[in-house]
């Protein structure tokens, strides 16, 4: 693995000129690698951080990888990682004029991580320098702990499988003084309207009050006007701590609980357990977005190379090539989902609605099918709706949004099906539906979505740990449950208890009928390393 040389390095600043010239951003810092497949083989496990904690799993994938390699040969062309500066990585077989494709490639999948809200958490950390740090951190407890410290990270890496992280990246991304509680919001909202149901008139006043402190003073006007407030209702800050306490209470995900309560973990032997679960923890909260903005990400970088290298000189004499490697990216998989393809079409998509006026209620009101072909307004803000898309919104959004019937048909989408021909006796693809929500309901399945285990408190009691699943339509994996639930059993230091929902199968589906399942309550419960189970 080395830099990239001179030559190729001017080329990539001049792409990034033609790429800020576009409305693309991002910082002027970047570092760019050659690398081989065996590189690439040898970093794919660990998210291609070099400086990633090893763990004993990472060379297992690598094993696998190999293995995968010797039967299917192929050539990744590149990759690249949200740090500061960002770094990518690119195949020493790769031509240049690739390379500048490539590059316009790269530098749109920065500028997503740069721009997005998602990413906000990580725009002010270099990952790789905090991942270097932690895995001297893991390598020093190994030194004093052995074994322990790999069984640790099993178990914390186990709980992090089944932990989603949403509402912990909800609250990184809204800042405390936006937050529904809020002091202000409670006063003009709670307090005056209902508590002393005063005018409309003199809460207008008071605002006007407020805005003026702010006018004279932003950083102190917080403080004079509730000091004010205070002399003139006594009851008000009794009457906003009360609800504070009666609020929702704050969903915490079940690594994070085990940091603040387990009682084992807060021995003092053991705090070095915390620190690892805090690495793994991490780890998964930095790396969580781009896992929900897949099929955005990547449709947007397939967007900008597409449009930037087809306006680019250095394109002449490579068109064909570019072609064979563009649809080879981009086109659309009939059986499964290629999150290139179905990205950059729903931009594309939303580009032309947005340029035509058709993003509007009058337009999704019209029933007339000739009268929605010829709507044209032409508003023209077709790249000011693609930013905005960019900007704000993960995968499910972006396809529960804009996935209707009117994109199934501009692109022929379908969902597949299979069935069994008893007399060839082979496996038929076959179109099983052309309707929108069905398309949109097989990508929405296909997104990222890990069970939901929470911590039912109320059933929790002395050491003992009662966790509970919520149901989806999709049952746990039973084969991992004993092995998962013995390493909360280690990291909780007492009994656990899982309740879940399990489909039994009562009759199998005969050539003329469905089967016939049933939805079961099940608790498990992991004691001294041994598992039981029983029906509720």
Request: glycine share 4%; with cysteine; hydrophobic share 35%.
């Amino acid at each position: 693995m080395k830099l990239i040389d001179q030559k190729t390095k001017a080329i990539m600043e001049e792409c990034k000129v033609r790429a800020r010239d576009a409305g693309l951003s991002f910082d002027n810092e970047t570092l760019e690698y050659i690398v081989t497949n065996k590189d690439m083989l040898d970093l794919s496990p660990k998210v291609m951080i070099p400086t990633l904690y090893d763990y004993w799993v990472h060379d297992v994938e690598v094993l696998k990888q190999y293995g995968k390699y010797k039967l299917y040969p192929n050539n990744p062309y590149e990759t690249v990682i949200n740090t500061r500066p960002a770094i990518s990585f690119y195949n020493d077989n790769n031509p240049d004029w690739m390379n500048i494709m490539i590059f316009y490639h790269v530098l749109g999948h920065i500028d997503f991580f740069q721009n997005s809200i998602l990413f906000e958490h990580t725009w002010n950390d270099d990952f790789a320098g905090q991942a270097l740090a932690d895995k001297r951190l893991i390598e020093s407890l190994r030194s004093r702990h052995g074994r322990w410290v790999d069984y640790s990270l099993e178990f914390a890496r186990s709980i992090d499988n089944i932990t989603g992280y949403f509402h912990g990246l909800s609250r990184n991304n809204i800042p405390a003084e936006k937050m529904p509680e809020d002091k202000l919001s409670y006063y003009f909202d709670v307090f005056l309207q209902e508590e002393k149901k005063l005018s409309t008139n003199n809460i207008y006043k008071e605002i006007s009050r407020y805005n003026a402190l702010h006018d004279q003073n932003p950083d102190m006007a917080g403080s004079m006007f509730f000091s004010d407030v205070k002399n003139k209702y006594p009851e008000f800050e009794a009457l906003y701590t009360e609800s504070r306490k009666s609020e929702k209470k704050e969903y915490i995900d079940l690594m994070q609980f085990l940091l603040d309560n387990s009682p084992i973990l807060n021995f003092r032997k053991n705090a070095w357990m915390k620190s690892v679960m805090a690495v793994v923890r991490n780890t998964s909260l930095y790396f969580a977005p781009q896992i929900r903005s897949k099929i955005c990400n990547e449709g947007w970088a397939s967007y900008w190379h597409d449009k930037l290298f087809r306006m680019d000189d250095r394109i002449k004499g490579h068109e064909v090539g570019y072609a064979r490697l563009n649809a080879g990216v981009t086109s659309i998989s009939r059986v499964g989902l290629n999150p290139y393809a179905i990205g950059l079409r729903l931009l594309q998509y939303i580009e032309d609605l947005a340029d035509k006026g058709k993003l509007n209620y009058r337009y999704q009101i019209l029933r007339n099918s000739e009268k929605r072909d010829n709507y044209n307004t032409n508003a023209g803000l077709g790249k000011d709706a693609i930013f905005d898309i960019r900007s704000s919104f993960t995968d499910f959004m972006l396809i529960n949004t804009f996935v209707d019937q009117d994109f199934v048909d501009m692109y022929n989408l379908f969902v597949v099906g299979q069935r069994y021909n008893q007399q060839r006796q082979t496996v038929e693809y076959y179109v099983k539906s052309r309707k929108a929500e069905d398309y949109k309901k097989m990508l929405i399945d296909s997104l990222y979505h890990p069970p939901v285990i929470e911590v039912d408190e109320s059933k929790s009691g002395g050491e003992k740990l009662y966790l509970k699943h919520q149901f989806e339509g999709k049952q746990l994996i039973k084969d991992f449950v004993p092995d998962v639930l013995m390493g909360i059993e280690y990291l909780w230091g007492a009994e656990v208890s899982l309740e879940t929902t399990e489909i039994v199968l009562k009759r199998p589906a005969t050539p003329n009928g469905t089967a016939k399942k049933e939805l079961r309550p099940v608790l498990y419960t992991m004691k001294g390393r041994k598992v039981s189970k029983k029906n509720l």
